[in-house]
């Protein structure tokens, strides 16, 4: 007993003596159980905050989800910090042996080194802070077109529906530029979330050299966004038998908005090629245009919609919007002046926006949008609709020749999609095998009917080769937009990225 412990009238020792006792002899500076949430000081050149997760003290109690919501004035089912689980089998760094293990992981966004929804953004809604690091969302200049929800890995950002913009976690910036602890930090009764500095150029080198492949187990691939969060426990987070546990696997959003839009404006992209051979008139640049109106529905603010082309410099979604507006002007043109080398203008830039189309969703990384896939889907709808107008402009062999191919085309397309499942089901994506559970379950039926009516257009446009029937033709069309809808549908709904555990 220490010799400033006082005692009792009835022996005992004080309570406060005690703790004091136990302080002294055994939490030394040195020990580290006693730390600092915050740094004292802001980040040097070159240098950002970042949060830092002990995976062993956090119990999954959510007061930091409860503190966030509080101090950011959130709404009812608006979050910006979840918390998620991991379990499997697992060996200690420290003992080496191996034990089952469960483990909560609190999650916000990342401050990454190269934020996806900064660089996604079409409206240059964000921006990284110089001194803090933080990744910011500018209400005031969003337009909820929510692609950025599609660009950032983490599913950070999130969909306001009575603000109709997109909201997410900035680490409490003002609280940090005051010194003061951000909600989540100071909210957590076991000191599991803490504030550190990271350099911003060691934490590239690392996400380069595949230090840290991965935040936790389950989650996306680091080298996406380098994100600054430093997740630490005594397991060993790479054992590949500690895994994330993800809630029942549903349908994504369908944006039927978007849906509209790509398959009327690929539609009149596909009547700009054919027009290449044949003048079509307006039809091009009228459904070009019917196209951009219907994806300005998307949006959370539409009357901000001028807004989709700032972000031209970076973002995709702008390069597209920018496609969109040329072809349309172009194609216009044509019908005025239908000369050839307007004609094949149009077509050019109908290709332009059919390539930045399949960027906008390829460069998400997400599995099931990626490149060869995207760029086949949005391609066929373009080149069987050419395919399709040629049939109806010509006669004769021509005419048979145009619906012969445009029928294997569409074919082999359909094949294509009906064999997506059994293919993912297979693959090492562990993101492709949900879609595949999709397209046998819940999407069942929409792939049916997708691959129904691209098989029904299929034999109507072999069938127009032998009548030449404007009746068979007509049919061929009419199955080809159904399948395209659907197909369109999947494409959006079909899709479940990896992210962080749920």
């Known amino acids: 007993m220490s010799p400033h412990t006082t005692m009792e009238p009835d022996g005992l020792s004080r309570a406060i003596d005690v703790f004091s006792d136990l302080h002294d002899r055994n939490r030394t500076p040195t020990t580290g159980w006693y730390r600092s949430r915050i740094p004292t000081g802001m980040p040097g050149v070159g240098q950002q905050f970042a949060f830092e997760v002990d995976l062993d003290a956090c119990t999954g109690c959510k007061a930091c989800v409860v503190a966030c919501h509080s101090l950011n004035g959130l709404d009812d089912n608006e979050l910006w910090r979840t918390v998620g689980l991991l379990h499997g089998t697992a060996s200690s760094v420290l003992l080496g042996d191996q034990a089952v293990e469960q483990r909560t992981v609190t999650?916000?966004?990342h401050l990454c080194a190269s934020p996806a929804c900064l660089s996604g953004c079409p409206a240059n809604a964000y921006e990284k802070h110089d001194i803090t690091?933080?990744?910011?969302h500018l209400d005031d200049q969003c337009i909820g077109c929510s692609y950025c929800t599609m660009t950032c890995p983490y599913d950070v950002p999130v969909f306001n529906e009575r603000l109709s913009i997109v909201r997410k976690c900035d680490m409490c910036h003002g609280r940090l530029m005051a010194g003061e602890e951000p909600a989540c930090v100071q909210g957590c009764p076991n000191a599991a979330i803490r504030i550190t500095i990271v350099d911003r150029n060691d934490?590239?080198?690392?996400m380069v050299a595949d230090v840290a492949p991965n935040l936790v187990p389950g989650a996306p691939p680091s080298s996406l966004t380098k994100p600054s969060t430093q997740y630490l426990s005594v397991l060993d987070l790479a054992s590949p038998q500690l895994r994330a546990v993800q809630q029942r696997v549903t349908p994504a959003a369908a944006h039927v908005p978007l849906v509209v839009m790509l398959i009327v404006v690929q539609i009149g992209v596909g009547l700009s090629l054919a027009a290449v051979v044949h003048p079509l008139g307006p039809w091009p640049a009228v459904l070009g245009i019917s196209g951009?109106?219907?994806?300005a529905a998307h949006l959370g603010?539409?009357?901000q919609a001028w807004r989709v082309v700032l972000g031209f410099r970076h973002s995709w979604l702008s390069r597209e919007a920018i496609a969109i507006g040329a072809f349309v002007t172009v194609a216009g043109l044509s019908a005025i002046v239908p000369v050839f080398p307007v004609r094949v203008a149009a077509a050019?830039?109908?290709v332009a926006v059919v390539f930045t189309s399949v960027k906008v969703y390829s460069v998400t990384a997400r599995a099931f949008w990626k490149l060869r896939s995207t760029a086949l889907r949005f391609g066929a709808g373009a080149g069987v609709t050419a395919g399709v107008a040629l049939a109806y402009l010509e006669s004769g062999a021509n005419a048979r020749v145009s619906a012969g191919v445009t029928g294997l085309v569409t074919g082999l397309f359909a094949y294509w999609m009906w064999s997506l499942p059994s293919r993912y089901t297979d693959s090492c994506s562990t993101a492709l095998v949900r879609s595949a559970s999709l397209l046998t379950t819940t999407l069942r039926r929409q792939h049916l009917l997708a691959t129904s009516f691209g098989g029904a257009a299929t034999v109507f446009l072999f069938g127009s080769t032998l009548t030449q029937s404007l009746v068979t033709l007509a049919l061929?069309?009419?199955?080809?937009?159904?399948?395209m809808f659907y197909e369109r549908r999947l494409f959006f709904q079909a899709v479940?990225?990896?992210?962080?555990?749920t």
């Open 107 to 109: 999650s916000a966004c």
């Open 133 to 136: 690091g933080a990744v910011i």
């Open 203 to 206: 934490l590239v080198f690392k």
């Open 292 to 295: 951009a109106l219907a994806s």
């Open 301 to 303: 603010r539409p009357t």
């Open 348 to 350: 050019l830039l109908g």
């Open 476 to 483: 061929a069309t009419g199955c080809v937009v159904v399948s």
């Open 496 to 501: 479940s990225p990896d992210g962080m555990p």
